[in-house]
């Protein structure tokens, strides 16, 4: 092969590359903004039963266009800014907090070599992400020159900073068993441990993780930066239209990336769970994306669950919930499987 055909092929790979990486992004995308949408309907459906009411019914066959309504009107209402508000700050705030939630999709494998990004530090990267979010929160509150605003957003600052560190603690298991901080690696070494999943033996490390979860996602019971009842909307009251509903996706997204990650750390992924394969051997021809969705759709449905059972903790329980009782468990949890893995390696 002459140096010509060598760089024609070479060119040829690396358009090929980045074209299946467009493609990737593009689905990922598409299929998740596809649950966002529709998220908010199911959330409404769901908390509707419980509370004996039909929820949503009116735009469409029981409601299911509801999404595309609620869409059209956020894109096509007047985006208000207020006179005295940072408008640069302001403007840029909730693109900040949407692409940090967003970039964490690029390294969660949906189903076995199916992943935008497979690096080695996969699980670090989307803690960075998450942090990084927290900024545009803290942006949002600041620039409103609101009060309300701006007490959600100091709200929201310390409640991510607290929670944040009980969540990377409560994954330290998983890196301990695993061995690896690449998220698919870690779904294919819990294939080796306790019937395909991590949840038995880092139980600690799940409840911790999905306690901080709800507090990272602003999400009731720990929904103190948006507490409608004394903060209007949190750091979001001054937002309206469009800008608004970067924020709604944000949160929703950060729902549906939490139980991935829950999912992947935890839960074993995409793969089906051992016992239910030997009992019912049929279930082995299930797409592994099949078994993933259903996963995640049970976090979900626990977000929904919590939401409409218990009631806001104050400020004070919150904080105190994290740091005395959230961190000294997540080091346990640490030491515990420290400990295990040293003596039966």
């Not at 609620?70 to 692409?99: M, Q, R, T, Y």
């Not at 994954?171 to 301990?176: H, K, P, R, S």
């Not at 949840?199 to 019971?221: C, D, H, K, S, W």
């Not at 021809?285 to 409409?308: N, S, T």
């Amino acid at each position: 092969m002459n140096i010509v055909d060598f760089v024609l092929a070479s060119n040829f790979d690396f358009l090929l590359n980045i074209v299946i990486i467009i493609a990737k992004i593009a689905v990922v995308i598409g299929v998740v903004m596809l649950h966002v949408a529709y998220a908010p309907y199911f959330e409404r459906k769901v908390i509707g039963h419980m509370q004996v009411r039909l929820g949503p019914m009116r735009v469409g066959p029981h409601g299911m266009l509801q999404p595309i309504a609620d869409g059209v009107k956020l894109f096509f209402k007047e985006d208000i800014i207020p006179n005295e508000a940072d408008k640069s700050v302001f403007k840029i705030a909730p693109v900040v907090f949407l692409f940090a939630t967003m970039s964490t999709l690029a390294v969660i494998p949906f189903f076995e070599d199916f992943v935008i990004a497979d690096i080695n530090i996969g699980l670090l990267y989307i803690l960075a992400m998450s942090s990084l979010g927290a900024y545009g929160i803290i942006m949002a509150g600041w620039a409103s020159n609101s009060k309300y605003s701006f007490l959600g957003g100091l709200r929201s600052s310390a409640q991510l900073v607290s929670y944040e560190i009980a969540m990377g603690l409560s994954l330290v298991g998983v890196m301990i068993m695993a061995g690896s901080l690449n998220l698919s690696d870690i779904v294919k070494a819990q294939q080796e441990y306790w019937y395909g999943m991590f949840l038995i033996p880092q139980i600690i490390g799940y409840f911790v993780f999905m306690v901080a979860a709800f507090a990272e996602t602003n999400r009731a019971p720990f929904d103190l930066p948006e507490a409608e009842s004394e903060l209007v909307a949190g750091y979001f009251t001054e937002y309206s239209g469009f800008r608004f509903a970067l924020f709604f996706i944000a949160e929703y997204m950060g729902m549906i990336v939490m139980s991935c990650i829950a999912v992947i750390c935890f839960w074993g992924g995409w793969t089906a769970p051992p016992f239910l394969v030997n009992a019912i051997p049929a279930l082995a021809i299930v797409p592994g994306i099949v078994w993933f969705a259903l996963k995640v759709y049970f976090h979900m449905f626990l977000f929904y669950w919590i939401r409409a059972t218990l009631p806001r903790y104050r400020y004070d329980q919150l904080m105190s919930l994290g740091w005395k009782v959230l961190i000294p468990l997540a080091l346990a949890n640490i030491v515990i499987t420290s400990i295990i893995k040293y003596f039966y390696n």
